[in-house]
């Protein structure tokens, strides 16, 4: 500790431990993937940069033409200027461009984490243990280089806390430096995303928090200067945003209020794999976000937490540090909203990534408190490092050995990415594909000695379309769920394992038995590499499925399962297969052995549902439904099926209550519960109902 007791010692090593995280982000950048975000705001930014070059006459970026839902709701400073870069330089690899204009944010917001750590401590001490712990938290890093939101956003909102508390720190005589500076956060910070207008609630309690607190009020030209100063940085944040936001820029008041009214309850829906279970974004519980955090800190950010709440009830310690409470309110009050509103979240951290600098600040905070307390009493000092240390390398451990796959960390309380595994969404964010892509192409596309397209099969085709281009021979792109891989002939897959349940990822559906590479983190398979069967067995099996042609369905699937036993596909090929031969007996033995890889999935159980309403197995039909709304209850498959059995029961009126269920969750399935509910009522004798629906089922 008394080498860290000089504040020029601290000093240069703060910068000098940036500098080198600067140079390691310069050298491990390209590693990094094309992310789910990131073709998407690849288009936007490239239609915002049109709209500016042509001052305004292409409208793409304001009518959202070819663009995905609510883009043209976010702005697009950060896209925007990538895709000026891109039009002046003309690289050949644009996303490599797009990648490093994202890490310079995202090293930005190391840096203000540090600053703001620095200030808040008034050691540069504290500004190195916030770095250390921003850097080692694998959710914040994982994503510097390749999150086209969430990091710049991240970035801008801690570097405009600074300067809010820079800028009220001086209200007795307000320097216009940190006012230009303060509106410029603002600016690039509302500029990626309408949530930036939190900070300017944050300014207005600091201001009026400081002006109390100072007697600042009571000086009617002071108030007057400062009243100058904050209009002045309001116009710089609000209209400097609004320059790089065609919506915005359109109509500057009604469109950033529509877009922070679709924003505050956003109507994207993802599926996903929560606690075990496949849910529906918009059906998580309010608890979502703050468990996501717990099971996602580092250990020693989760300490720093407790032990600030802790030391916050003590007077001295409040005192000491002064800003505090605006760096803790920062990220509580955002979680506690998103709880108390229930919004609409999903992809894990992802929408709260902005809040992991002030956490890594408030951790810095209590550590430091820690250190410096007990500086002179080495019995105490040296074990709170110790620990601290240990804390730390936990997940630095994790970081280097599964770069550059670290987002997808865990921690130690639900046993790492491997107790996660199968309960909780891995790579969410596509990044391992390229990891897979660069090892087929290497591996197995550069021996192959031909002019004719190879098909790759894959589920995550934007990535790959741009990873195709510098494929070792021609390529041919199938978009193919992992699922139904022996659907469609093809050479080569891709697949990563977004979208499985539980059962599939834990019982050996994925990866499969015959993967040719596996890419992994801490053993656990994000995305897995398949050379498919030369005799195309499942797919010649599938295809005669589809023609009726049971007897060669019937071969060549078992023909398939011989050579891979844990294909939960072509076990539910075969015992449909068996289901249209009407053989029960069969059909039940093979939709057995499907769900002893999976009990979840809901193909495989929906016609083991059928294959018992057929067997005159009523009951069983009526459990394996009843589990599909349990597993699935914001789907529309259980709905129905239960209704199918409490037809056959003759519980008419349950079932056309489950009808109405179904068609709630899932219209799709309007033609088979129109039809069923013809039946119905045919069977109630009320015909006139029944043709209405019969006509309905067939479209009429």
């Known amino acids: 500790m008394n080498f860290f007791a000089d504040e020029k010692n601290n000093r240069k090593i703060f910068w000098a431990l940036l500098a080198v995280i600067f140079l390691v982000l310069l050298l491990i950048t390209p590693d990094y993937g094309i992310s789910g975000d990131d073709a998407t705001q690849w288009r936007y930014g490239t239609s915002v940069w049109n709209y500016l070059k042509t001052f305004g006459a292409d409208k793409t970026a304001v009518t959202g033409k070819y663009l995905e839902n609510t883009q043209t709701l976010y702005g697009g400073i950060v896209d925007g200027v990538a895709a000026m870069l891109i039009d002046i330089f003309k690289p050949e690899n644009e996303f490599i461009v797009r990648h490093y204009w994202i890490m310079l944010f995202g090293f930005t917001g190391i840096i203000y984490t540090g600053l703001l750590a620095r200030k808040i401590t008034g050691s540069w001490l504290g500004g190195i243990l916030a770095v250390l712990f921003i850097v080692f938290t694998p959710r914040f890093f994982g994503e510097i280089c390749n999150n086209p939101k969430d990091i710049p956003f991240a970035a801008t909102y801690v570097m405009a806390l600074y300067y809010i508390i820079l800028w009220v720190e001086n209200l007795a005589a307000p320097k216009w430096k940190y006012t230009v500076l303060l509106g410029i956060a603002i600016m690039l910070c509302l500029g990626i995303r309408i949530g930036g207008l939190l900070l300017l609630a944050y300014l207005f309690l600091a201001y009026v928090i400081a002006m109390w607190q100072s007697k600042t009020y009571k000086n009617s030209a002071a108030v007057k200067t400062t009243v100058v100063h904050g209009v002045v940085l309001l116009l710089i944040g609000y209209f400097g945003a609004c320059v790089w936001w065609p919506y915005a820029w359109e109509d500057p008041i009604s469109h950033p209020y529509e877009a922070f009214k679709v924003m505050s309850d956003y109507p994207l829906t993802v599926k996903m794999l929560f606690e075990g279970q496949i849910v529906y974004s918009s059906f998580l519980p309010a608890y979502y976000t703050p468990k996501f955090i717990a099971i996602t800190l580092p250990l020693f950010a989760l300490v720093g937490i407790a032990g600030t709440i802790v030391m916050l009830t003590n007077k001295e310690f409040r005192a000491r540090y002064r800003f505090l409470w605006l760096i803790i309110f920062s990220w509580a009050f955002p979680v506690f909203y998103i709880v108390y509103k229930h919004s609409v979240v999903y992809d894990g951290m992802r929408h709260t990534l902005f809040v992991l600098p002030a956490i890594a600040i408030t951790t810095a905070v209590f550590f430091y408190y820690l250190l410096q307390k007990f500086r002179e009493k080495r019995p105490v000092s040296l074990p709170i490092a110790g620990v601290l240390a240990i804390l730390v390398a936990l997940p630095a451990r994790y970081s280097f050995a599964n770069h550059p796959n670290q987002y997808i960390y865990f921690n130690e309380l639900i046993g790492g990415v ?90 050996g559906f994925f990866p499969a038995k015959n993967a040719i590479h596996n890419v992994t983190a801490d053993g656990v398979t994000l995305t897995t590499i398949l050379k498919n069967d ?59 052995k499907a769900r002893e890889i999976s009990t979840i999935d809901i193909i495989t159980a929906d016609l083991a549902g059928q294959i018992a309403l057929k067997s005159g197995d009523i009951n069983s039909a009526l459990q394996l439904y009843s589990e599909i709304t349990e597993n699935y209850p914001q789907q529309g498959e259980g709905y129905l099926g239960l209704a199918r059995a409490q037809a056959a029961q003759g519980n008419f009126s349950l079932a056309l209550d489950n009808i109405s269920t179904a068609l709630d969750y899932s219209p799709y399935l309007q033609q088979q519960a129109y039809r069923l509910a013809g039946m119905i009522y045919q069977a109630t004798g009320d015909m006139e109902k029944a043709q209405k629906f019969l006509n309905m089922a067939e479209g009429r």
């Not at 009726?548 to 011989?562: C, F, Q, S």
């Open 534 to 592: 030369p005799e195309r067995l499942g797919y010649k099996g599938y295809d005669a499925m589809l023609m009726k042609d049971t007897l060669n369905a019937v071969y060549y699937l078992n023909a398939a399962i011989k050579k891979d036993p844990y294909d939960i596909e072509l076990w539910g090929h075969l015992a449909n297969t068996y289901y249209t031969m009407n053989k029960m007996k069969e059909a039940k033995e093979a939709i057995d």
């Open 418 to 507: 491997k107790g996660a595994y199968g309960i909780y969404e891995t790579d969410y964010y596509m990044n391992s594909i390229k990891e897979g892509f660069d090892w087929l192409n290497e591996n197995e596309l550069a021996k192959l000695n031909t002019k004719d397209s190879v098909v790759l099969a894959t589920n995550c085709v934007e990535p790959i379309f741009q990873y195709m281009l510098r494929s070792k021979v021609p390529l041919k792109i199938k978009y193919v769920r992992y699922y139904q891989k022996n659907a469609d002939d093809w050479d080569y897959g891709i697949f990563y394992g977004r979208f499985l349940d539980r059962e599939e990822l834990q019982k």
